[in-house]
């Protein structure tokens, strides 16, 4: 079964959609003009990731799943996203952990255009599929801009169209909430996502707080809390400049916290083309989901499509149980049933001696 890779990605997992709300909210108006401005737009972000002191990466769950990580002291990692949107073209880039429960720093690239969308992943060292490549249908693009994977600060504030899902909309809580001295107002999204926007600063996202995120095997319910700074820009307006979000377990217990501060690069030009122009590396296994749907294949020495090598089954290893109490129970039961079975048919042959007074042997039959 092939597997949808971006959905691994602890902070990408954010669906496509149009602005279906009320085009009259002003909080939604605002939003539309902010994503017009970064239309054409470069963000780098400088993450760090921390995992607490004896906490665990997730909570234990039945069925399948990685076993969770205890760290014998705080561990933290800091890696670089870069994120690129020109207008239905776009690329995204990191060397940070592809899952909660990772420390290992690894990497991924995707690039969209009208046509696909490409990713490729690099898991080494470690795991059986290292390099792994997908080509996937671009979402639909309605606000016209590519529909990438990004940090939620800029997808929030920059993008809020791409979080938005479906037929969903956008409702008012009719709730205040004071941050860092500004009053903001509470808007309820999809997946129970709230956020708390500052209506006299543009109606940017001050917070954003994800109570009871939808549970898979390897993202189970967790509740985030995400407080975001902005900055102002001469072209853009109001942008994430820096956040800090909390990730807690349904059970308060703290599963890491992420702090992270971001530049704007270039704005309103356009980007080389190669930046969007993904070329396999060799030796990467690539899945495509368009159609006509192919098998998968590897990437040869010169760009060639080469079979997937059928996996030779392991040898048959006799596993070999060390004795213990149970064992040497189990044995000794057995002998013990052997013993009193002979000594009942020696004791039925003594019975049948004396009643018939003859030497011989009877039958055994019952």
């Not at 030497?359 to 055994?364: D, E, I, K, R, V």
Request: with cysteine.
């Amino acid at each position: 079964m092939r597997t949808r890779l971006l959905l691994a990605l602890p902070f990408l997992a954010m669906t496509t959609a149009a602005f279906s709300a009320d085009p009259e909210l002003p909080f939604l108006a605002a939003a539309r003009k902010r994503e017009e401005a970064t239309r054409a737009v470069e963000f780098v972000v400088k993450i760090k990731k921390t995992f607490p002191r004896g906490g665990m990466s997730r909570e234990p769950r039945a069925g399948f799943q990685p076993p969770p990580v205890r760290p014998d002291e705080d561990k933290a990692i800091e890696f670089t996203t870069r994120v690129i949107y020109d207008g239905r073209r776009g690329r995204f880039e990191s060397n940070g952990p592809l899952v909660e429960a990772s420390y290992s720093a690894q990497n991924i690239l995707v690039t969209e255009n009208d046509q696909e969308q490409r990713l490729v992943m690099d898991q080494r060292p470690g795991g059986s599929d290292h390099l792994r490549g997908q080509i996937t249908r671009p979402n639909v693009m309605v606000s016209g801009t590519a529909q990438l994977p990004a940090p939620s600060p800029i997808l929030f504030s920059c993008r809020l169209s791409h979080v938005l899902s479906g037929q969903a909309t956008v409702e008012p809580t009719g709730t205040k909430l004071s941050i860092d001295g500004a009053e903001c107002e509470g808007y309820r999204l999809p997946g129970k996502v709230v956020v708390w926007a500052d209506p006299k600063q543009e109606y940017v996202i001050r917070r954003v707080e994800s109570l009871g995120a939808p549970s898979t095997e390897f993202a189970p319910p967790h509740d985030v809390r995400e407080d975001i700074h902005y900055e102002r820009h001469p072209v853009v307006g109001w942008w994430p400049a820096a956040w800090t979000l909390t990730n807690r377990h349904k059970s308060g217990r703290l599963a890491y916290t992420l702090t992270a501060t971001a530049t704007i690069g270039r704005v309103a030009e356009k980007f080389p083309d190669e930046l969007f122009e993904l070329t396999f590396p060799v030796g990467a296994r690539v899945s495509s989901d368009l159609k006509p749907q192919t098998p998968d294949y590897i990437v040869g020495s010169e760009g060639q499509k080469l079979p997937v090598p059928i996996p030779i089954p392991s040898p048959k290893v006799e596993k070999v149980v060390p004795w213990n109490f149970y064992h040497r129970l189990g044995v000794g039961l057995m002998a013990t049933g052997c013993v009193l079975a002979v000594l009942a048919v020696g004791r039925r042959v003594q019975l049948w001696r004396r009643n018939n007074g003859t030497a011989g042997s009877p039958s055994l039959a019952t």
